[in-house]
């Protein structure tokens, strides 16, 4: 079970922040279907990195005695069970 770095959050979501305005900085006629997809995109790593973490501190998550195939199931969003 791993622990949640808080840090490495506050850090991706500064990056993303800046993503964004230079993004807009270099898109300055970017209509509002093209904003909401460079947000949306950007959101989809912050809450990828969010899940992995927050899967990662479960105890649930702890694959050390699992077969190869189990820790992919597990990976991909199983629970104890299915391999």
Do not use: F, K
């Given at each position: ?46 809450q990828a ?17 699992l077969s ?15 391999c």
């Amino acid at each position: 079970m791993g622990q949640i770095d808080e840090r490495a959050w506050t850090e991706l979501n500064g990056a993303v922040q800046q993503e964004l305005v230079a993004w807009r900085a270099a898109h300055p006629r970017a209509t509002l279907a093209e904003i909401e997809a460079a947000v949306a995109a950007a959101l989809a790593r912050v809450q990828a990195q969010y899940l992995r973490d927050l899967v990662a501190a479960s105890p649930l998550a702890d694959m050390a005695g699992l077969s190869g195939a189990a820790r992919r199931w597990r990976r991909a969003g199983g629970t104890s069970g299915g391999c």
